[in-house]
């Protein structure tokens, strides 16, 4: 099992590495902001035919969640795609890979939202929406993983970045409050931790924040990866 950073339409990259690794009957789990929306509609397709059958001469298997760096229609139809190597994983879907049962829960906030063209490459329902009663209705079963493509608010990052705030204080004078939404968002999804600590869930993946780091609190081992990152979970 792979899992795979933000690729901001960098897809090629991971093709080459693929093709480099030699990497054959495997399973990728790419955690957000693969960048479908920004190229017309039919280029997007296009591409994620390429991918789908370049995977298929592999025997690999790709899983792909939505970041806010995507827009969410692609994981609403998808299943008109006709694709069977590349899975556009809709948000609280589970799925069992190499005997492991993965949660995937997508989107997040854009922090340059109001520097984007609505539609173009920004759509408001990029965001993470939780969803407490399916949650508790996943963890009545096991949970082994989760991937998210924003993380919960007890792990890294503890503190926004300059740039971060820098479009904090850009909302501001235009009367939004953006801290209080990327607090919210990632309180929301300390909720989701809460829930699958007691389902057992021992490591969670995810990307946004565009740096590697990796941490264990308590019995579950975070990691954040970074832009284009390959981690190959033993």
Known sequence: ??????????????LD??????????????????GLGFAPLTDDLKALKRVDDFLRERDVTLYIIRGN??????????????????????????RI???????????????DRNTRKLNKDYWPNEIFKLNEQLVQNICSHRVDIVVSHIGPKSCWPYKFTPLVEYYIEQERNAGRDLRAALLAERKQMETVLHHVKTAGVKEWYYGHYHESVTEQIGNIIFRCLDIGELYHRS
């Open 1 to 14: 099992m792979i899992f795979v950073g933000d690729l901001h339409g960098g897809y090629p990259a991971l």
């Open 69 to 94: 760096h995507d827009n969410k229609w692609y994981w609403d139809n998808a299943q008109k795609f006709g694709l069977k190597h590349v899975h556009l994983v809709k948000d609280y879907d589970t």
């Open 17 to 34: 590495n693929i093709g480099k690794k030699r990497i054959i009957d495997e399973s990728i789990i790419q955690v957000g902001d693969w």
């Open 97 to 111: 890979i190499d005997e492991q049962r993965l949660l995937f829960i997508g989107g997040g906030i854009s922090i």
